[in-house]
């Protein structure tokens, strides 16, 4: 069976976006998938953060209350610290520059490495309560991965990156993503529904069954 192609539209700082990535790990290895990964930030500057929540103390407060729901509907609560983040003592992070690492992963590495960069960042920023839009962060995420150090800040400054990020915002545009996780299986235009993994199982297998 040909591997059906998925879009994965995602966001380093979505906590939803972590557990839908590890439900399609676990299914990518069960099943044929060829999974893009695509960042599309909700955010991309501590101004933009301010207009959409009014002020760092609003944005952290609700969004921690989406941790909340998160967490409860979650494979792995245990990694979701809501209160060493509403402990931190940084403005909630924006994702643009977790974009940018993922991107540059990619870049390097192809779709695994930015799924590695993806998912480790996504513990640094919801298990660790780390300021993922802290370049720091980022450097210490890219030692902990193996990536040579030079050859990871060459392609993250590139602009070239930052017009791949720009790019992934062009393609959710086209195919009307508003929203993430958002999930589309290319073959047939499906959108997943987020769900637990038996959910999403069926809803995969349907798809291979429409275009076998």
Known sequence: ????CIDFFHDVVC???F???SRLRLLA???PLDIHHRTFVLQASRA?????WGSPAAARKTIL???SVCREASDRPELIDIDAMERADFDYPHGYIAALACKAAERLAGQDAHWAMFDQLQRAHLTHAQNIADPEVIREVVHALGFDAAGFNAAFDDPATAAAVEADR???RRHQVQAV??????????????????DLRAQIRAAQRLVA
């Open 29 to 31: 290895g069960e099943m």
């Open 19 to 21: 557990n839908i990535s």
């Open 65 to 67: 209350g989406h941790w």
């Open 15 to 17: 906590c939803w976006s």
């Open 170 to 172: 062009h393609y959710a």
């Open 181 to 198: 996780p958002t999930v589309i299986i290319r073959e047939t235009g499906m959108r997943l529904v987020n769900g637990p993994i038996d």
């Open 48 to 52: 933009e953060m301010t207009t959409r």
């Open 1 to 4: 069976m040909e591997p059906l």
